[in-house]
């Protein structure tokens, strides 16, 4: 017969934990502090927002308004040139990914959207105070009227003259790089027929 193990042991029954794992109450802090964090992290960014909806557009129009100057052969140049540009090329960054070296990878995605949105911040801007419906919209909207006529409608036919010429020149890059993977292709098919004659007779 043989002897019962000294050390063995019977597992508690009331026992959390099993095979290591975290105990359910450890998982619901874990979650909890998540959530919390996440929480916090919300309630500042709208806080922020808040702020920067409040003093952005005020702040844009004076900006704008010191270079107008109540100017509108001004007010037009320089809206259709931060149009133009501030459409174009974010776009060509946009499309970058799909046509660049390092074509859909991770992080220069995220570097060529970081950047595109930053360089579209002035039209941003614009479009802020053009649509909207707050106070400091509103005052961004008086001190452009006066202080930078011509300035929002410039920068309309700028960011629509931009759009067009980013559409075209997007869609050569795609058809270039496309008749560039056809080429590449057929050279690697004329290469293996050389290598690979066929059976003699």
Same mark, same amino acid.
């Given at each position: 017969?043989?002897?019962?193990? /000294?050390?063995?042991? +019977? =597992? #508690? ?12 109450? #450890? ?11 996440? @929480?916090?992290?919300?309630? &500042?960014l709208i806080i922020v927002v808040l702020i920067l909806r409040a003093y952005l557009p005020r702040?844009?129009?004076?900006? !704008?308004?010191?270079?107008? #100057? ?5 007010? !037009?140049?320089? /809206?259709? &040139?931060?149009?133009?540009?501030? +459409? ?5 960054? *946009?499309?970058? =990914? ?22 579209? @911040?002035?039209? *941003?801007?614009?479009?802020? @105070? ?25 920068? !309309? ?8 010429? /980013?559409? !075209? &020149? @997007? ?12 080429? $590449?292709?057929? $050279?690697?098919?004329? $290469?293996?027929?050389?290598? #690979? ?5």
């Amino acid at each position: 017969m043989g002897k019962p193990r /000294g050390d063995q042991q +019977t =597992p #508690d029954p009331n026992s959390g934990q099993t095979g290591g794992g975290a105990s359910a109450s #450890d998982r619901a802090g874990s979650w909890a502090k998540k959530a919390g964090l996440w @929480i916090a992290a919300l309630a &500042v960014l709208i806080i922020v927002v808040l702020i920067l909806r409040a003093y952005l557009p005020r702040w844009w129009s004076h900006r !704008v308004g010191g270079w107008v #100057d109540g100017s509108m052969s001004r007010g !037009v140049i320089i /809206g259709l &040139v931060i149009g133009f540009l501030c +459409t174009f090329i974010p776009l060509l960054l *946009l499309a970058s =990914p799909f046509f660049g070296r390092w074509r859909l990878q991770k992080w220069p995605s995220i570097i060529a959207v970081v950047l595109a949105i930053i360089v579209a @911040i002035p039209n *941003l801007l614009t479009l802020g @105070i053009a649509i909207g419906t707050n106070n400091a919209a509103h005052a961004g909207q008086r001190t452009l009227d006066i202080e930078g006529p011509g300035f929002r409608a410039a920068t !309309v036919w700028g960011v629509v003259i931009a759009a067009l010429i /980013g559409a !075209v &020149v @997007i869609f050569y890059f795609w058809r270039f790089r496309r008749r560039g993977i056809a080429l $590449k292709q057929h $050279k690697e098919h004329a $290469k293996l027929a050389k290598q #690979d004659p066929g059976p003699t007779p």
